[in-house]
């Protein structure tokens, strides 16, 4: 309790009133003793894609841009400078090995070369943080290379290596670096001079506070996310814009050298850093369920040229999916269960999710699902199984494959809905009528977008209120997660975003605060509720005045209301608990809003977070005020 006795007072004689002088817009009953259904444990998750930079230049710690020469622009992220009787060439001859093709080649006859890397948007560094810097190199050079880290003319932190023989073989080098002050944007210089030739690869620049290869701060807004589970690595990522660049969970692990690097379908290139052994790590240190998705065997749809793995070959992609279980599943005396324990990880992970295809349709989808459904279940009958739903989230091809999956016993049929505020404000009641036997449903992606695709306080209400309507059907969305997570500004191709950073900053847009406060304030179970006079119509269209949802946490035994305003005025509520109940008096509110619902967040200020209180001396029933443009998060104590 950080506020005053003062504020207190004037807090709830503002808000709450014993006796309503005025007759409150709308009376918002609550039923106690009517409960039901349970809010599914896994509701609130993220999605997580390289897109935007998310992961490389982004959750990935390194530093540098094209350590490895593999960029389709092999020069990509340096600038290599040569005084005379030098020559600097990448080559492919001598390779570190055959995933990692290019290599930097330096011939010298007593001269010098100069390689500077300025990684993303120049090298962000800390004074006195330790930064590891490490290359492989080979061949025969005599002379001295040193690395330093440099902001404009001065140097910040110095190295080097002096080299004597001949190095016949591919071998690494660590160096350490220590800057000796704050900077956002430096850049690393490798100052070679001597003579001979010297193969240089994988350049790598990372500083030691990292957790596997991932930054801390962003890691941190994961967790205060509190997800239930990670859906990864995409989305259109997954699928490729060819089944070249399609997502092959393989290639993503062991040394990162030995990664197979690509391009991908977002346009750039992915070091595959961070790949899904890392993936599972970060889930495990979310404590949220990995559901991993895989390629359907064909390449992204939405896309013209799709191609589909010819269907004498889909064994090897089904094989890859199997393979993926037991290496995050199985014993360490199987083949890929002892690849995860080589890794560092001999215990299981237990993956009991995962998804086949992103945003596919038709029936070349369907043969294909079906045919990896029948050998996962034959193999893991217990895993559960997603199946994609279309980009589009009603229409012709929407409705062919809810037909398909219901007649064909799909368990979790993946929507994604990318609309605008007001369809959010006008579907909230979309999933009160599906079908409580068929399918789950999977949320996999979804985001309002505002004219001009703004990140404001807007978007963010039309998700809120939406969200009360996924929260109240919890029984059939058993998983939701917005979409995209990440943007590194400077460097997206997609907005709206739900994080937003740098190379050293960070901030939630109010998307990213709506998301926060459903997950923090999920409760167990569904109460019964209802508003009077919610329904507002506006040119014919039907909204609702104030969007709600009412739920129990049963450990913390306290009601939790969740009230929308996204209208421009605000709206009195008369809460009135029916049924057996006693409060304790106290309440914890969490209020997000402000003055224009244009409001965005940013590095400089963060106009929209919540704020929150504890309030005491509530008694039932009492009004309420939601403020204009507000989400609201009333916690009841109850005495029971
Ligand atoms: O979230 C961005 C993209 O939107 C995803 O990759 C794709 O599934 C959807 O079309």
């Known amino acids: 309790m950080r506020f005053t006795t003062v504020f207190l007072f004037i807090l709830v004689t503002l808000l709450f009133f014993g006796d309503s002088p005025l007759p409150a817009q709308h009376i918002l009953e609550v039923y106690v003793d009517q409960m039901g259904p349970r809010i599914s444990p896994l509701l609130y998750g993220i999605f997580f894609e390289d897109i935007n930079h998310a992961v490389d230049g982004g959750l990935y710690a390194e530093l540098l841009r094209n350590g490895s020469f593999e960029h389709t622009n092999r020069r990509e992220g340096w600038v290599i400078e040569r005084g005379e009787r030098a020559r600097a060439t990448i080559v492919s001859e001598e390779p570190l090995n055959r995933n990692n093709p290019n290599y930097l080649k330096v011939e010298l006859e007593d001269s010098a070369v100069k390689l500077v890397n300025t990684g993303y948007d120049g090298i962000p560094l800390k004074r006195g943080e330790i930064y590891l810097l490490s290359f492989y190199t080979k061949g025969d050079f005599s002379g001295k290379l040193s690395a330093s880290l440099v902001k404009g003319e001065e140097k910040l932190a110095e190295t080097d290596v002096v080299f004597q023989q001949g190095i016949p073989n591919w071998q690494k080098i660590f160096l350490k670096l220590s800057p000796k002050k704050d900077v956002t944007d430096a850049r690393l210089v490798v100052l070679l001079e001597g003579t001979g030739c010297l193969l240089l690869d994988m350049f790598s620049l990372m500083s030691e506070k990292n957790w596997h290869g991932m930054r801390e701060d962003l890691l941190r807004m994961l967790e205060s996310l509190r997800p239930s589970f990670v859906r990864f690595p995409g989305g259109c990522l997954v ?353 997000l809003t402000s003055a224009d619902q244009l409001d965005e967040n940013s590095f400089e200020e963060l106009k929209v977070v919540p704020k929150e209180n504890v309030l005491f001396g509530i008694k039932n029933p009492f009004e309420y005020t939601c403020k204009a443009f507000s989400v609201n998060v009333i916690r009841l104590k109850l005495r029971r």
């Open 239 to 591: 699928e490729g814009d060819s089944l070249e660049n399609a997502y092959r969970w393989k290639e993503t692990i062991g040394p990162v050298e030995e990664r197979r690097s690509k391009r991908n379908l977002w346009g750039y290139h992915q070091s595959f850093g961070i790949g899904f052994y890392e993936y599972l790590l970060l889930c495990e240190r979310l404590g949220a369920k990995p559901l991993p998705i895989f390629n359907a065997g064909m390449s992204c749809q939405v896309r013209s040229g799709t191609q589909y793995c010819p269907a004498d070959q889909l064994d090897e992609w089904i094989q890859d999916v199997l393979d993926f279980l037991e290496f995050a599943n199985g014993s360490v005396d199987t083949p890929w269960g002892a690849v995860r324990a080589s890794l560092g990880h001999p215990e299981p992970f237990n993956v009991e999710y995962i998804g086949i295809g992103n945003e596919n349709w038709g029936p070349p989808y369907h043969i294909n699902f079906e045919k990896f459904r029948k050998a996962i279940k034959e193999k893991y009958p217990n895993v559960k199984i997603v199946f994609s739903g279309p980009p589009s989230y009603e229409g012709t091809n929407f409705r062919q494959a809810w037909k398909w999956a219901k007649e064909n016993d799909v368990e979790i049929f993946d929507e994604h809905i990318y609309a605008s505020p007001e369809w959010f404000l006008a579907n909230t009641d979309r999933y009160d009528t599906y079908d409580r036997n068929g399918p789950k449903v999977l949320l996999g992606e979804y985001a309002a977008h505002t004219p001009g695709r703004k990140n404001n306080l807007q978007a963010a209400l039309a998700e809120a209120a939406f969200m009360t309507g996924l929260e109240r059907n919890s029984d059939v969305v058993i998983m939701a997660s917005y979409a995209p997570l990440f943007n590194r500004v400077g460097w997206s191709q997609w907005v709206p975003d739900l994080i937003w950073f740098d190379g050293y900053r960070v901030f939630g847009t109010p998307s990213y605060y709506v998301q926060k406060i459903f997950s923090e304030n999920r409760g167990d179970v569904v109460v019964r509720s209802t508003l009077t006079n919610e329904e507002y119509r506006v040119f014919g269209y039907r909204y609702k005045h104030l969007y709600h949802v009412v739920t129990y946490d049963q450990k913390g035994e306290e009601l939790i209301i969740k009230v929308v305003n996204p209208w421009p005025e605000d709206k009195s509520v008369w809460i009135d608990l029916k049924g057996k109940v006693e409060l304790t008096g106290e309440a914890r509110i969490v209020v």
